[in-house]
């Protein structure tokens, strides 16, 4: 159990501080409110009057972020196979080729689909 103790004071410690941020924030800031600052930043685009449902986005926005999504998913397998890497040896090297191509099949099939053009 004593293994445990550092973790437990490690989140209390980041509980009290969020906690402490969150309730002093108000109180301690500068209050200067207009209607600038308290409208919704949309990347340097005038924000636009948008139904209550909202607005519809293009399918090209979620097919985007599910490529960048498979580019995450291969940085997490190959970061541990780089630490690991000598004591894997040959098989280790063999399947992370095949993982490797796999994906650059991936890629050279979206990048042919248009799916990396931006309009």
């Known amino acids: 159990m004593s293994y445990y103790v550092p973790i ?3 989140f209390v410690l ?3 501080f969020a906690l402490f941020s969150v309730t002093f ?15 919704a ?19 090209k926005y979620y097919l985007t ?11 997490v397998f190959l970061y541990p196979w780089a630490v ?7 098989f280790g090297l063999v399947e992370m ?9 991936a890629y050279v099939y979206v990048w042919r689909r248009g799916g990396l053009d931006w309009d």
């Open 8 to 10: 437990v004071g490690l």
């Open 14 to 16: 980041a509980a009290g």
């Open 25 to 39: 924030a108000p109180y301690t800031g500068p209050r200067r409110y207009n209607r600038a600052k308290l409208a």
């Open 41 to 59: 930043y949309e990347c340097g685009i005038e924000p636009v009057d948008q139904p209550l449902t909202g607005g519809r986005f293009p399918i």
């Open 65 to 75: 972020a599910m490529i960048f999504i498979i580019f995450d998913i291969e940085i």
């Open 84 to 90: 690991a890497n000598d004591a894997l040896g040959v």
């Open 97 to 105: 080729v095949v993982f490797i191509g796999t994906v650059f099949i």
